[in-house]
């Protein structure tokens, strides 16, 4: 659905995005991380032709954002960051307005418009004026204009800004049902939203993708052990030797308290210590009150590479080229 | 070309939107009404007409800014030009649909004082209609080359003020400056001449609006007028494609 190679924009003496290729299969619903400033807003503006890149190329369903502009911009919805819609246009109007020149033929306007109004659940606001919406109702008439034409590419930038949690959860699981109809290209700093939505991320830092995998495989992939968080009533430092001694165990710290102290263990990815620890330490008659896996979060990888200097990319490139396919497949049967 | 009607119709009702144009055209037919009711006082025969929109030529260049402003200003700033120009709309269409909103905002504004004519005939002042006709095509020639200028304009700033007060000081000085520097040309002592002075006065509306009040519609003032007009949009294409090469 997407095909972006070696795509670069440059502004005035600043290089946004650098180099970037990917692709996008249809059905796939992909999220776009990274920082402020990172390139996410950059790539989807060339992305629905709204400037073209300094070089490379980015096609869209196989026309290309330059030189087939007209064609690309049929075909895809897409929701600039700051939802920019005319506030001094009531909802209805706009989105009929809208769909006249996203080419929805006069005979199906009035349709189309009612369904989004319906699958957008805007039946309360249909008549008011965009200016006087809540920041909830204003995303989701921007969602819905941008669908009003069933687009086969969707491309959403920061959909949740600045919503409070109920308008989040809402919108959220208006762009989930999305994405079992169209391919969804969506981009947050949000963490939480990437994981419970896209089937692939893509983490883009300083115009560079530096990750690409499904949420799952990127944490794995970026996990070379396996932690597990242990308090525990005894003598600590005999307890930290004894446990250094169970198969599997790679590392082992702790941090004395008054009379629990904190354990961290780290295993090898192959082993689960929990049930052979928490054996160990009741038969050696000290007292355990938490055994616990401490997985790594998107966050904490998302923190882990925006934070270096460099530029190069932590994940392995090769833990980075096999997932798309899986997730291709999961969006699929979803 | 399929997308022109939608997006004129958006365009000319955008300017009821807001109450800008309500008292753009009130405070309008204030003055020109004004203006009539002095005018009458001292002339109230054929000419009379003539007088007026001659004046209205003037009375323009200071109410044409105040609606062109916001035609692309307001977009960029709000951000709404992305939305339009993401959308499967040429910029031609965009830049066309702009100046025809504006146009025909301003064709309703001047339309009332169509009724002035009647009131002349009604107190005796046996108006020409033929050279009221050609006079009103004149106005409107006049006020499209207006629009075309400060569509331009309103394309370069996301300011509607800077773009207002740029359109209103590029039409005085085309109406006016020039105006007074080709009649200096004829009163300059000593037999000295302006240079480029033939260049001036064809490029100074008024010449091209002697005729249209004399009652001549001649071809060379309308493709003069039509000149301005169609560089006015191009030059506006030119200046919403510079996103690409920018």
Request: net charge neutral; proline share 5%; with cysteine.
């Given at each position: 659905m997407i095909e972006v190679t070696d795509l670069v924009k440059r502004y005035a003496g600043i290089t946004a995005v650098d180099r970037i290729s990917f692709k996008v299969e249809p059905g796939e619903i992909v999220g776009f991380l990274g920082k402020n400033g990172a390139g996410k807003?950059?790539?989807?503006?060339?992305?629905?032709?709204?400037?073209?890149?300094?070089?490379?190329?980015?096609?869209?369903?196989?026309?290309?954002?330059?030189?087939?502009?007209m064609e690309v911009r049929r075909r895809i919805g897409y929701m600039p960051e700051r939802v920019p819609i005319y506030d001094d246009m009531r909802v209805e109007e706009y989105l009929n307005y809208r769909a006249q020149l996203r080419g929805v033929p006069r005979r199906e306007r009035s349709h189309a418009v009612n369904e989004v109004i319906s699958t957008i659940a805007l039946k309360d606001v249909r008549r008011k004026l965009i200016g006087s919406l809540s920041k909830g109702y204003r995303q989701r008439t921007g969602l819905a204009e941008a669908i009003i034409h069933k687009p086969g590419l969707?491309?959403?930038?920061?959909?949740?800004?600045?919503?409070?949690?109920?308008?989040?959860?809402?919108?959220?699981?208006?762009?989930?049902?999305?994405?079992?109809?169209?391919?969804?290209?969506?981009?947050?700093?949000?963490l939480s939203e990437v994981e419970l939505t896209a089937t692939r991320i893509l983490l883009i830092h300083r115009g560079r993708i530096v990750a690409n995998g499904s949420p799952g495989s990127l944490v794995g992939g970026a996990q070379k052990t396996r932690r597990f968080h242990a308090e525990i009533r005894g003598p600590a430092p005999m307890v930290a030797a004894m446990l250094k001694g169970l198969p599997g165990?790679?590392?082992?710290?702790?941090?004395?308290?008054?009379e629990w102290h904190a354990f961290t263990l780290e295993s090898d990815p192959a082993t689960d210590l929990r049930a052979d620890a928490a054996k160990f330490i009741v038969d050696n008659g000290w007292d355990l009150r938490e055994l616990r896996e401490e997985k790594m979060t998107l966050e904490d990888l998302f923190v882990r590479i925006t934070t270096t200097d460099e530029a190069a990319p932590m994940v392995k490139p090769s833990a980075a080229a096999a997932p798309p396919e899986s997730p291709a497949a999961e969006g699929a049967t979803s | 070309?399929?997308?022109?009607?939608?997006?004129?119709?958006?365009?000319?009702?955008?300017?009821?939107?807001?109450?800008?144009?309500?008292?753009?055209?009130?405070?309008?037919?204030?003055?020109?009404?004004?203006?009539f009711y002095v005018l009458?006082?001292?002339?109230?025969?054929?000419?009379?007409?003539?007088?007026?929109?001659?004046?209205?030529?003037?009375?323009?260049?200071?109410?044409?800014?105040?609606?062109?402003?916001?035609?692309?200003?307001?977009?960029?700033?709000?951000?709404?030009l992305e939305m339009l120009v993401t959308a499967p709309v040429s910029d031609t269409e965009i830049a066309i649909s702009k100046f025809l909103g504006a146009t025909l905002f301003i064709a309703l504004m001047v339309a009332p004082t169509i009724l002035y004519s009647w009131v002349l005939q009604r107190i005796g002042g046996r108006p020409d209609y033929g050279m009221i006709k050609a006079s009103y095509i004149g106005l409107m020639l006049l006020s499209m080359a207006y629009v075309a200028i400060g569509l331009f304009i309103s394309s370069l700033t996301a300011n509607q003020i800077v773009s207002a007060i740029l359109t209103f000081v590029v039409l005085f000085t085309l109406f006016f400056l020039?105006?007074?520097?080709?009649?200096?040309?004829?009163?300059?002592?000593?037999?000295?001449?302006?240079?480029?002075?033939?260049?001036?006065?064809?490029?100074?509306?008024?010449v091209h609006l002697q005729s249209f009040g004399k009652g001549l519609v001649d071809s060379r003032d309308v493709v003069y007028f039509l000149s301005i007009v169609v560089l006015g949009i191009f030059a506006t294409i030119k200046s919403l494609e510079s996103r690409r090469w920018r």
């Open positions: 807003s950059t790539t989807m503006k060339m992305l629905s032709c709204f400037f073209p890149p300094t070089s490379g190329s980015a096609r869209v369903a196989g026309f290309d954002c330059v030189t087939d502009s969707l491309i959403l930038d920061e959909p949740t800004a600045g919503l409070d949690p109920g308008q989040i959860r809402q919108v959220r699981d208006v762009i989930k049902d999305l994405g079992k109809r169209t391919t969804l290209l969506l981009s947050t700093h949000i165990v790679v590392d082992i710290s702790f941090e004395a308290g008054e | 070309m399929t997308n022109l009607p939608a997006l004129t119709k958006r365009e000319f009702t955008a300017n009821f939107y807001s109450p800008m144009a309500y008292v753009i055209s009130t405070f309008y037919l204030l003055f020109a009404g004004l203006s009458l006082r001292d002339q109230r025969d054929a000419n009379a007409m003539r007088s007026l929109l001659t004046f209205f030529g003037f009375i323009h260049t200071i109410f044409i800014p105040m609606v062109t402003m916001r035609l692309i200003s307001e977009e960029r700033k709000s951000g709404t020039m105006g007074f520097l080709t009649s200096a040309v004829d009163t300059l002592p000593f037999g000295k001449t302006i240079p480029w002075a033939d260049v001036l006065s064809y490029v100074y509306f008024g």
